[in-house]
């Protein structure tokens, strides 16, 4: 009688660039998808294609990847090392994340060590961040978007414009949007999101998870990149970012907000390919 196989996390949508070089992999932010990352990863991997090889990771819950019952870092961790592993076999990784894809990269990092070579944390740091009073409004804006009333996405981007007065925050949000059969739906798990929020102070999204600070620290090269105008990564962070990461380097982009990567693309190009010089951890 032959056992049955192990249980393996659900492999979760991405895509590829690049045909030669170290790998890195890109991880999103809160209503994201890894096609965010798209003008970056190109940056890096440079014209020839061979500067690296990259992979845009659609988190759970957002874009064309699984939906979860429930949220958590570690098993959003524990997805994206199954995912690379299949990508990547026994290669180890530098792993970009921002928000809470930085969250995610840097449990990724500590509970998986043997398969991150170097980290990036783009302007978030390993701490509570209270609640997702943040995300409160476009959450709610989200979910009170009536999908079966939209003629087209004309349509929706109207009924969308009091949401935000960037235009570009609103389009970040709608690029979540998609239709389907007809008829138009979320790609992101809203309702999740949702929960979340309602739980205040005791939101998961917003916490860092307790549980991998019993993992040894991580020893490879990290470049802690923030914006400064964000308020995302303020000086008393340092000590429990460097007590997990001792060789965590912070850069400070001056003028630059939580956007880091879409706010100043050159300066986090150049110190992404600077990391990715940096010897293996």
């Known amino acids: 009688m032959t056992s049955a196989p192990e249980p393996t996390e659900p492999r979760l949508h991405t895509l590829s660039l690049g045909s030669a070089g170290p790998r890195i992999a890109f991880l999103h932010g809160l209503f994201g998808q890894g096609r965010n990352w798209t003008q970056i990863a190109k940056a890096v991997i440079g014209a020839d294609g061979t500067g690296a090889r990259a992979l845009l990771v659609d988190l759970p819950d957002h874009g064309r990847s699984p939906w979860s019952h429930e949220f958590s870092f570690e098993s959003y961790a524990d997805q994206v090392a199954a995912t690379l592993r299949a990508a990547g076999g026994e290669d180890r990784w530098t792993v970009v994340g921002h928000s809470i894809g930085g969250k995610v990269a840097m449990v990724l990092a500590l509970a998986h060590p043997d398969l991150v070579e170097r980290l990036a944390v783009v302007d978030v740091a390993p701490k509570s961040y209270g609640d997702l009073s943040r995300f409160a409004g476009y959450i709610s804006a989200m979910r009170a978007l009536p999908l079966l009333e939209i003629g087209d996405r004309a349509d929706a981007e109207e009924r969308f414009a009091d949401v935000d007065p960037d235009p570009g925050v609103r389009a970040f949000l709608l690029q979540n949007l998609r239709r389907e059969g007809g008829s138009w739906r979320w790609q992101s798990n809203v309702a999740l999101f949702a929960a979340d929020a309602a739980r205040g102070g005791d939101s998961a999204i917003a916490d860092f998870p307790a549980a991998v600070l019993d993992h040894p620290p991580y020893d490879g090269p990290v470049l802690w990149l923030a914006g400064a105008d964000s308020g995302y990564v303020r000086p008393g962070d340092a000590e429990q ?21 879409s706010q100043a693309p050159e300066v986090t190009v150049e110190a992404l390919r600077a990391l990715l010089a940096k010897p293996a951890g």
Do not use: D, N
């Open 241 to 261: 970012m460097r007590a997990l990461f001792p060789s965590a380097r912070l850069v400070s982009v001056k003028g630059v907000g939580h956007w880091v990567h």
